[in-house]
């Protein structure tokens, strides 16, 4: 199953307005990051926020984690036509001994129009 | 090359043949991972690496799939016996020990 849902499952906004993107997951984890994905091929990496950690800023990026929650959210902030693509959650939780297994969501479709 | 590579890019196969897929990760990298993703879906995880500790095959769906990893560098996933189900883009990235994750362009199986 997966560990990490987010919500909205479909976003669709103009171009400059904000995008926000939520991620709840289940059990502790040791971090959580943020990917993005175009064209259903390689994920690119955006963002870590470790589980210590409540904010992080990168660019046009905000990312928050609420541990008591078990919640995360992605801003994006003056949204571009570019920005359009299907973003995830991962998170990263420790398996067992030296095992550690990041598992992902099913993702955020964001459209940006122009 | 300075990133992960994957091979083939595209895989067309019959139904009930066997298949492997290459992955050649990061230099240095002590991580891999295999992902399955199927059109419009999130990642399914398969099979985890790090260093030289046992995998963590908690992913693979049936005992048709396996994996490894020679000399902790190169991977090979194997699907045998393929069937329809199988078809998806696989995906495969490295990292260090709980870092981000480079992923490859995946392996796109179609299962006629």
């Known amino acids: 199953s997966q560990q990490g849902e987010e919500d909205p499952q479909a976003l669709s906004i103009q171009e400059g307005e904000n995008a926000t993107m939520n991620c709840s997951y289940k059990t502790s984890i040791n971090n959580l990051q943020w990917y993005r994905q175009n064209s259903g091929r390689g994920l690119v990496h955006l963002i870590l926020?470790?589980?210590?950690?409540r904010e992080k800023h990168s660019g046009r990026l905000r990312v928050t984690l609420d541990t008591s929650k078990k919640s995360s959210s992605l801003l994006i902030t003056a949204s571009r036509a570019a920005d359009t693509a299907s973003y995830f959650c991962?998170?990263?939780?420790?398996?067992?001994?030296?095992?550690?297994?990041?598992?992902f969501g099913k993702g955020t479709l964001l459209t940006v129009n122009p | 090359g300075a990133g992960v590579s994957q091979s083939p890019s595209n895989k067309v196969t019959e139904k009930g043949k066997d298949v492997e897929l290459r992955c050649d990760p990061i230099s240095g990298h002590t991580a891999l991972y295999w992902y399955r993703q199927s059109l419009g879906q999130g990642l399914e995880f398969l099979i985890y690496f790090q260093g030289n500790s046992a995998p963590d095959k908690s992913g693979l769906p049936s005992d048709r799939f396996s994996a490894e990893r020679t000399g902790g560098s190169v991977s090979t996933l194997t699907i045998q016996r393929t069937q329809q189900e199988d078809s998806a883009v696989y995906l495969c990235a490295s990292s260090w020990d709980r870092g981000e994750l480079f992923f490859g362009e995946g392996s796109r199986l179609t299962v006629l």
């Open positions: 991962a998170t990263g939780l420790n398996s067992g001994g030296s095992n550690y297994k990041l598992t």
């Open positions: 926020i470790r589980s210590n950690e």
